[in-house]
Structure formats: C-alpha cells, structure tokens
C-alpha cells in the first residue's frame, strides 16, 4: 500500500505540473463565463445555460485529461523509457498500474472540484445580479445542491474513462490508445441506440453485430444527468448509488485487464 | 554463488505484423558472474547486451533458460531491493528535478523522506550535479541525465549494479566522475554488470570481460587472456623533430601533431616499438606513452563467429 501511495502521489503531481491541466482547466473556465455572456442573450434562460454549459465543460474537459493523461502515464512513459527505472526499483507492475490510477483519480477530483467551485461562483453571480422578480421564475435555484450529483457523476463517469485509457495504454502506442479511449467514450454514450438499432434496421448481421457491441461496450449515458439537474427533474440518491457501483465495475474490469496485460508484457 | 547467473537464456522477440515470426536476440547465453567482481559485457550494436540488461530487472521474460539475481529469480522484488540498475540513455519524467525524482525513488525503497533526501544529495554530489539538482529533468542535457541515471542506479547501496552504457553520451569531466565512481564500486566490492560496446571502457574498468556476439556468448575471461590480436602500436613522444619522425624507416602509418609540441606516432603490428624508442630517446626525445593497438570488438567479433561458422561447416 505504501508503494502504491507513493506512485499515486508522484503520478498527482506530475499531472499538477503538466501542462494538461494548465491548458484545459483555464478553456473551461472560459467556456463557463461564455456560457453567462450567451445566457444573457437569452431572456429568462440564462441560469439553465450556464448550468447545461458549464456541466458539459466540466465533462469535456475532464475527457480529455483523463485520456491525456491516462495514456500519457503509462504509454507515455513507455514510450518514453522512463518507466525501466520505475520498474527495476522494489514495485509489482500492478501495483504501478494502481498508483497511476490513483494518481489519476485524485488529479480528476481536483479538476472537477475546482470546476464545480467556478461554476456555483459564476452562477451565484448570475442569481446576486438579477432581480428578485426575474429569480422566482427559475425552476431551481441557482446555486442548487443537486448540481454535485452531476459533478460526481461526471467525475464516476471519468474515472471509468481513466481506467479504460490505461488499459489501452497497457498494450499499443499512445496515440493509439487516446483514440481508443475516445471510441469507447463516444459509442458508450450511444449504448442504448446500439441495442434498439435492430428496430431501425431490421434483424441481420448489423443487428446483431451491435446487440453484442452494446454488452461489450460500457453503457456511459446513464452517468450523464446534465438534463435532468438543468430542468428540476429528480436525481434520485438510490440512481447515484446504482450508478456509481456500475461505474466503479467497469473501472475495476478496465484496471483488472490493465494490470493483467502490463504484468506480463515485454518492454522492447 | 553467483551474484548473477544466466542459465541458457534464450529471447526471441517476434517481428513482423501479419505473419509474425521470431528473431533470436540471444540464444542459450549462460554466465556466472562471481560476488565482488566487475565483468565487461561487451558486444557491438545488436548483439544482444541491452536485452540481456532488461531480462535481469524483467523489464523482459526469457524465451526460454533462466535468470537469477543473487540466487533469487530476476523479478524478485526483494531482490531488487538489494540490486541498482542504469537503463541505456535512460530518460525520466520531465516535469521533476533530478532531486525530487531521487526522493521518489527512495521512498519507494521504503527509506523515510529525510533519508531518502540524504542519499539523493549525497548522490548527486558524487555524480557532479549538486548544484543542477533542483533544474527540472526536461532542462538537463543528455550528459545530466546519464549522471542523475547513474545516482538513481546508486540510491540503495546496492549488492550487485547492472549499467547498461553508462559512459555513453557523457563529456569528458562526466566520463571522468562516473569512471572514479564506478572504480569506487569496484574498490568497495560490490558486483557490477557493466554493459559496453567500447573496449577502452571495459580494459580501464573489468576485472573480467565477456562477449557477446549475434545473441550468443563468443568469449568469456580476462581481456589478456582472449586472444585480441594487436593491430600496431601507439607511440606519443614529446620533444621529437620532423627528422627524427623522418628517420624511422620504414616510414610510420600515420603520424599526428598537436599544437603543444607532442607527436603520436602509429606503428603497425610488424614494427617492434623498442629499437624506434631507443632511436628518439637517444635524439632528446621524450616518451610519453606507448599502448598496444588492438583489433576492434568489431573485427574481434566478426574473426570469431567467422571462424566459429567455418568450424561448423567443416564439422557438418
């Protein structure tokens, strides 16, 4: 544990000095305040804006951390050669894999955490400006507690992606397994339509070729309630506790094959 | 026992994308390489030394035969505990300084911080780098990080040390503080598994060489007694004139002046050097240094399989 401590630590801190985070947390934070420009163009409308825009940035720009990051940590370093001192010093290569993840993990907290913090700033902004009659016509307030569900959604939902990069990164370039990544974010949000296509097309190979797709692939849309917090619908503590146990399966499967591929590959 | 022992260690690597087939990078090597001692392990390009390297800490798994460190399997984490080891032209995240990647990896041998502090300052000392220790990684030269490559190799006080080319891409100050390092190693008795496709490294630093050609052991033994063929002599002489030079019949290979008045002077291998030292110490000259020239690890290697394979086919 203690190893894996220590690598989690040092994977935490070289994303914290990467330039990653120094890029995309800045871009989201701008596409939350442009989310408040563009909500004022709209009547009425400008806390669902902000709200809708500001989860989708906090989602889009935890994506491609976890996957630059989740690729760059072990195929980078592969790639790289670094990882050949790690690995000659008193570490299993599981346990590399573990301290990454966790390395990972706590970077994606901190990302999502600071972006959660921007966005209950900029819309306690927006609800201090406006006036009170223009406030009872929202739905919901518009610092509204339920917006951390959708925060720890997201971050469940990344960390599902970070355990997905590293086991691409496990076995094939670092290009290679980013794109991989990215695949199975994109078909996992479209699970569901994989396994109703046979009612669009009829049955046949297609058909049947994305029924087994859609119990291969992670189903990745229920970690998305980005609607349902926007439009007052109820997220349910029992649909977060499901959902989080389905997340954390499929980063255990994602980590269990990462760990049982890098064990026993060849570093060339 | 062997500090470290390869026991008809075979790896194949498969290449190829459809139809993949296997390549030999070493066939059946085994070598016993004694507590205490420095062995050379020598071979040009491609002949399988890095490989051997990277089966010893499993950043490889043999094909076939085995590998035992300190009579442990080689990926025994305990074992590695007691064993360092420098990758060739090691590279190391960028984003840390040669000090904090020290500390790393001292606390993953388990030492406490301050301890792990200690060593890496003392470390980085010893390779020449104390005062570079806090410019991060991706600032530092190829030379640094061979140097902060050879600490790291160093942190554990460890029984046996693998080096993969540590002299390579250091400058002559690098090569000189990592020559007196490893010289110290030697002094105090640990095993070191020196990797080089320079002999000159090999002759200053081995108490033993072993070589390595096309995957399979050629030779084994001290470097006298191989069987090196000397090619001529290298004679550096100070104080010589252009007559004296002129005067040695037949004329000499080549000969080269510096700037400083010395002269080297090449002979071949049929020119016994004794009779011309005579000659010009007699005309005031003074002699600096006489080295045998021998035959290149290359041409070594090439005699040696050739004979080896033509030996094969007589027999067959």
């Keep these: 544990?203690?190893?894996?401590?220590?690598?989690?630590?040092?994977?935490?801190?070289?994303?914290?000095?990467?330039?990653?985070?120094?890029?995309?947390?800045?871009?989201?934070?701008?596409?939350?305040?442009?989310?408040?420009?563009?909500?004022?163009?709209?009547?009425?409308?400008?806390?669902?804006?902000?709200?809708?825009?500001?989860?989708?940035?906090?989602a889009l720009c935890g994506l491609f951390t976890a996957v630059v990051l989740g690729v760059g940590l072990l195929a980078g370093e592969v790639e790289r050669r670094s990882v050949y001192t790690l690995l000659a010093k008193p570490v299993r290569r599981h346990e590399v894999v573990l301290g990454k993840y966790a390395g990972l993990v706590l970077a994606l907290v901190v990302n999502v955490g600071v972006l959660a913090i921007v966005l209950y700033g900029v819309l306690a902004f927006v609800a201090a400006t406006e006036s009170a009659e223009a406030r009872r016509g929202w739905e919901t307030p518009a610092v509204d507690p339920a917006l951390l569900k959708a925060c720890f959604l997201i971050l469940v939902q990344l960390?599902?992606?970070?355990?997905?990069?590293?086991?691409?990164?496990?076995?094939?370039?670092?290009?290679?397994?980013?794109?991989?990544?990215?695949?199975?974010?994109?078909?996992?949000?479209?699970?569901?339509?994989?396994?109703?296509?046979?009612?669009?097309?009829?049955?046949?190979?297609?058909?049947?070729?994305?029924?087994?797709?859609?119990?291969?692939?992670?189903?990745?849309?229920?970690?998305?309630?980005?609607?349902?917090?926007?439009?007052?619908?109820?997220?349910?503590?029992?649909?977060?506790?499901?959902?989080?146990?389905?997340?954390?399966v499929y980063a255990a499967l994602f980590l269990g094959g990462a760990m049982l591929v890098f064990s026993r590959r060849d570093l060339t | 026992m062997a500090a470290v022992r390869l026991l008809a260690l075979t790896k194949d690597f498969d290449i190829g994308f459809w139809r993949r087939r296997p390549v030999a990078a070493l066939q059946g090597v085994t070598l016993d390489v004694a507590?205490?001692?420095?062995?050379?392990?020598?071979?040009?390009?491609?002949?399988?030394?890095?490989?051997?390297?990277?089966?010893?800490?499993q950043l490889l798994f043999p094909t076939s035969g085995s590998v035992e460190?300190?009579?442990?399997?080689?990926?025994?984490?305990?074992?590695?505990?007691?064993?360092?080891?420098?990758?060739?032209?090691?590279?190391?995240?960028?984003?840390?300084?040669?000090?904090?990647?020290?500390?790393?990896?001292?606390?993953?041998?388990?030492?406490?911080?301050?301890?792990?502090?200690?060593?890496?300052?003392?470390?980085?000392?010893?390779?020449?780098?104390?005062?570079?220790?806090?410019?991060?990684?991706?600032?530092?030269?190829?030379?640094?990080?061979?140097?902060?490559?050879?600490?790291?190799?160093l942190l554990n006080d460890p029984e046996v040390v693998l080096l993969d080319e540590p002299l390579a891409g250091l400058d002559a100050l690098g090569r000189r503080a990592v020559r007196s390092l490893l010289l110290s190693l030697r002094e105090e008795g640990r095993t070191v598994l020196l990797s080089?496709?320079?002999?000159?490294?090999?002759?200053?630093l081995c108490s033993r060489i072993a070589i390595l050609a096309r995957g399979r052991?050629?030779?084994?033994?001290?470097?006298?007694?191989?069987?090196?063929?000397?090619?001529?002599?290298?004679?550096?002489?100070?104080?010589?004139?252009?007559?004296?030079?002129?005067?040695?019949?037949?004329?000499?290979?080549?000969?080269?002046?510096a700037d400083d008045g010395r002269c080297v002077i090449a002979l071949p291998r049929s020119r016994p050097p004794e009779p011309i030292l005579a000659e010009l110490i007699r005309g005031g000259a003074r002699i600096l240094a006489l080295a045998p020239q021998h035959e290149t690890l290359e041409e070594f290697f090439v005699r040696t399989v050739a004979g080896r394979e033509a030996e094969r086919e007589a027999a067959g």
């Design chain 1, 159 to 248: 960390m599902v992606v970070a355990a997905a990069a590293l086991f691409f990164a496990t076995f094939s370039s670092p290009a290679l397994a980013a794109a991989m990544t990215l695949g199975l974010y994109v078909a996992g949000h479209f699970n569901a339509d994989l396994q109703t296509l046979e009612e669009i097309v009829g049955p046949g190979l297609t058909a049947s070729l994305a029924t087994g797709l859609s119990f291969v692939l992670p189903n990745l849309a229920p970690f998305n309630v980005t609607a349902e917090v926007v439009h007052a619908q109820p997220v349910p503590p029992g649909y977060v506790a499901l959902t989080t146990a389905t997340g954390l």
């Design chain 2, 69 to 153: 460190v300190l009579g442990r399997p080689a990926g025994d984490v305990a074992v590695r505990r007691r064993v360092g080891f420098l990758p060739e032209a090691p590279a190391f995240g960028d984003n840390l300084s040669a000090e904090e990647l020290l500390i790393h990896y001292g606390r993953l041998f388990g030492f406490a911080a301050p301890d792990a502090r200690r060593r890496a300052a003392r470390l980085l000392d010893r390779v020449g780098l104390d005062a570079e220790r806090r410019r991060p990684l991706r600032r530092c030269s190829r030379g640094m990080r061979q140097r902060v490559g050879v600490a790291q190799a």
């Design chain 2, 35 to 57: 507590p205490g001692e420095v062995l050379g392990y020598l071979g040009p390009n491609g002949a399988g030394k890095t490989t051997t390297m990277k089966l010893l800490v």
């Design chain 1, 1 to 58: 544990m203690r190893v894996i401590t220590q690598l989690a630590w040092h994977a935490f801190r070289d994303a914290a000095r990467g330039r990653v985070l120094y890029v995309l947390v800045p871009f989201a934070v701008l596409l939350i305040g442009a989310a408040w420009l563009s909500g004022q163009l709209t009547a009425g409308q400008e806390v669902k804006i902000v709200k809708d825009l500001g989860l989708t940035a906090a």
């Design chain 2, 196 to 204: 080089s496709h320079i002999l000159s490294d090999a002759e200053a």
């Design chain 2, 217 to 257: 052991l050629a030779a084994a033994g001290r470097l006298a007694d191989l069987g090196l063929e000397v090619r001529g002599w290298e004679l550096v002489v100070a104080g010589v004139t252009p007559a004296q030079v002129a005067a040695i019949e037949p004329a000499p290979e080549r000969v080269t002046r």
